[in-house]
């Protein structure tokens, strides 16, 4: 009987899941999409049982669409949306109130509180963040700041928090298991990088108590096996998990440090390895641990955009020039260039390199002649002017340029989109056969620990090429479009 692994990828807009075989290549595809929920500006938030229903939908049909059993899933590997921070209660597993999701800009007076009282600099010497919403630990200090009741319950031991990786195992183990990996534990503001353990005084200044925290473990592990779940037999090991954006750096098989990867999806990250050396940046990126193999850490540099995919779904669905997203890059290359118009897609804030929570999206250079195939072009080249902004702060921390890209996530698959990101970033643009990198980095750590495959080197035999895209603009081109782009994101 052919073996498989499942992966899970549980994302900010749905669940995909996928059976992956030993070959790597993938054998059925599923995804199940969930509502977002928005009380107020600013806010974002999910519903955990949405979000498990979701899960439980999308390996049910995969397995019915498959034809394969339960039995012949060897294990369960989980990728998941980074930051959103849940609680849920320990005896009974039920969330304890909505999630909140990782684009979520509530706890921006907590950031700027730790801030004025001079705590920046030990959090980022820790734990290689800075106070931004966008990490875990200052919106659990809100959850908990604004709920007595749920911080009494915290602290008498009652509830658990986690990332949606911690409520996944917990969901599929039967509540048997707490935990989570490094990759995500490293954007909690919580964890220390150097020993990968909860640091006692970020924990004090963040007024989080320790009975609420998993247990950290490695990235490729058997965490636990599956119990009590209608849609599996009990016994399958869940043994990986990464953030999405390091399951991606893996997937892309950037096993040597210097190797840079880039996803496009709902956000867009570009992530570089740096092997087992923790790189402190000076130009706004993050230090992230990439993934622990054993006693093996391997960090990463990360620059993060929090508005990619999602600037193309706003022309859809806000502004209705498409009813596709997959459109837009036919509309778009419908003009040589975008007519001098400049969209800068900070919908939810800035992030890497420039970290401007109040900044919002600015349309600049619009004139009569202006039309839906301009803002549509210069939708996609806001989009790679973000990730030409995050590779040159890279390439200042680690003093030397990146050789080459490679790239995955949905938005992947616009060849105008990676056409542009070459000529911008002047490097080659690398995309591989399959672009759900993701999944296949989770795979591939939940395959590892069961020795489905005995090596990452077994495993990035595998990846394989699909185009590589050269840069051809001028720079007298793109010196003019990095000068527009420059001074509207200054106004954004």
Not at 350 to 374: C, D, F, M, V
Not at 401 to 427: E, F, H, I, S, T
Request: proline share 4%; charged share 25%; net charge negative.
């Amino acid at each position: 009987m052919e073996r498989f692994i499942l992966a899970i990828d549980q994302g900010t807009t749905g669940t995909t899941a996928l059976l992956i075989g030993h070959d790597l290549r993938i054998r059925g595809k599923t995804t199940v999409d969930f509502p977002q929920h928005y009380p107020r500006p600013g806010w974002v938030e999910h519903d955990a049982e949405e979000i498990w229903f979701s899960v439980l939908q999308a390996v049910r049909r995969l397995l019915r669409e498959t034809g394969v059993t339960g039995e012949a899933i060897a294990a369960i590997g989980i990728t998941n949306q980074r930051e959103t921070t849940l609680l849920w209660e320990r005896d009974s597993g039920r969330p304890a109130g909505h999630a909140i999701v990782w684009q979520d800009r509530r706890s921006a007076d907590i950031c700027r509180e730790l801030r004025d009282k001079g705590l920046e600099e030990i959090f980022r010497r820790k734990t290689g963040l800075i106070f931004d919403p966008y990490f875990s630990g200052t919106k659990l200090t809100w959850r908990l700041r604004e709920d007595i009741n749920l911080r009494r319950r915290a602290e008498a031991g009652e509830l658990a928090f986690g990332t949606v990786d911690s409520f996944l195992v917990w969901r599929l183990t039967g509540g048997a298991r707490h935990v989570t990996d490094a990759s995500n534990a490293s954007r909690t503001l919580l964890m220390d990088l150097h020993d990968l353990q909860w640091d006692g005084e970020l924990l004090g200044h963040l007024e989080v108590p320790d009975k609420l925290l998993p247990e950290i473990r490695p990235s490729s592990a058997v965490y636990g096996h599956t119990r009590g779940l209608e849609i599996l037999p009990d016994g399958i090991p869940v043994a990986g998990m990464a953030g999405d954006q390091q399951a991606a750096l893996f997937g892309q098989a950037c096993f040597t440090p210097g190797e840079a990867k880039c996803t496009y999806g709902t956000g867009a990250f570009l992530l570089e390895n740096t092997g087992g050396e923790i790189v402190e940046s000076r130009n706004g990126l993050l230090t992230t641990v990439a993934w622990q193999l054993g006693e093996d850490i391997t960090y990463a540099l990360e620059g993060s955009a929090f508005i990619a995919g999602a600037a193309v779904q706003w022309l859809r669905d806000g502004l209705g020039l498409f009813p596709s997203s997959a459109d837009i890059e036919a509309l778009a290359a419908s003009v040589p260039d975008s007519g001098g118009v400049v969209f800068v897609p900070a919908l939810t804030g800035l992030g890497a390199p420039h970290w401007k929570s109040e900044a919002r999206g600015l349309i600049s250079g619009i004139t009569r002649g202006t039309s839906a195939a301009h803002l549509a072009r210069a939708t996609l080249e806001g989009i790679a002017l973000q990730i030409y902004d995050l590779a040159m702060a890279m390439n200042e921390d680690r003093g030397k340029p990146l050789a080459l890209l490679k790239v995955d996530g949905g938005a992947a698959r616009n060849d105008l989109l990676m056409q542009l990101q070459a000529d911008l970033v002047g490097l080659p643009v690398v995309r591989p056969q399959t672009v759900e990198t993701t999944a296949l980095g989770a795979a591939m750590l939940a395959g590892l620990a069961v020795d489905f495959w005995k090596s990452p080197q077994e495993v990035s035999t595998s990846w394989q090429e699909d185009r590589r895209f050269q840069g051809r603009m001028t720079q007298e081109v793109r010196d003019e479009i990095l000068q527009r782009w420059h001074e509207a994101v200054k106004k954004a």
